[in-house]
């Protein structure tokens, strides 16, 4: 078990909804980072957060967003919800710099 | 660029020994290596950096060759808890958690 943890671990939206979906990192990891795993697909990068600041992004649109707080957990929201965000979303913590990552057990999200 | 990863599946019998490779198309500043069981979260097995070869632990290593851009994992005496999607992981810069993952390599042991 990684302490990594996510929530909620099942969701369904329909699409046109906004979706919030929260990460609480291990303990003194100050960085968070985002994937959405498509089925049958290795996780793709979304963005990570760092000290409260967006610290990189990957190749998503601007309805994708997400916050972290003074705390370190994080939230991913999405907006405008389409089909194809239907997929399992990842977030990862670790120390900047560090060398390993640890993945919380996913949310599964699918879009109707 | 994703990694791209062979062989795409494998399976073997428990006690058999496996070898993954994953190949890059850019320049590399380390490889992760990550296990992913069946509806779990993805497993850090180890890193890989450069001028360096390090053994993760139970009966899995793994070498890199910067020059070459890639890296190959090998499992010996396959056990049954080894079943698992594997995928090797890039970083863009020198983060760890910033990865570009490769196209993944299904491994399935048997009794």
């Known amino acids: 078990e990684t302490g990594v943890t996510q929530s909620p671990t099942h969701l369904i939206k329909t699409r046109g909804q906004q979706v919030t979906l929260r990460c609480s990192s291990q303990?003194?990891?100050?960085?968070v980072s985002w994937y959405q795993q498509a089925l049958g697909q290795g996780p793709q990068f979304i963005f990570q957060?760092?000290?409260?600041?967006?610290?990189g992004r990957g190749n998503f649109p601007p309805r994708f967003s997400g916050l972290q707080f003074p705390n370190y957990s994080s939230e991913l929201n999405v907006n405008a919800l389409e089909l194809d965000d239907s997929a399992l979303y990842l977030c990862?913590?670790?120390?900047?710099?560090?060398?390993?990552?640890?993945f919380g057990q996913g949310t599964r999200l699918t879009v109707v | 660029q994703q990694p791209v990863q062979s062989p795409q599946a494998v399976i073997l019998r428990e006690g058999e020994d496996a070898v993954i490779n994953c190949s890059s198309s850019k320049a590399l500043y380390s490889v992760h290596w990550y296990r992913q069981k069946h509806g779990e979260a993805p497993v850090f097995l180890m890193i890989l950096l450069k001028g360096g070869e390090q053994k993760g632990h139970d009966k899995i290593s793994a070498s890199f060759n910067e020059k070459k851009q890639q890296s190959s994992l090998y499992l010996t005496a396959s056990q049954l808890s080894y079943s698992g999607t594997y995928f090797c992981?890039?970083?863009?810069?020198?983060?760890?958690?910033?990865?570009?993952f490769g196209t993944g390599t299904r491994l399935q042991v048997t009794l």
């Open positions: 303990s003194g990891h100050n960085t």
């Open positions: 992981g890039t970083p863009n810069t020198g983060t760890a958690s910033k990865l570009t």
């Open positions: 957060y760092y000290r409260e600041e967006e610290n």
């Open positions: 990862a913590s670790s120390l900047k710099g560090a060398r390993g990552a640890f």
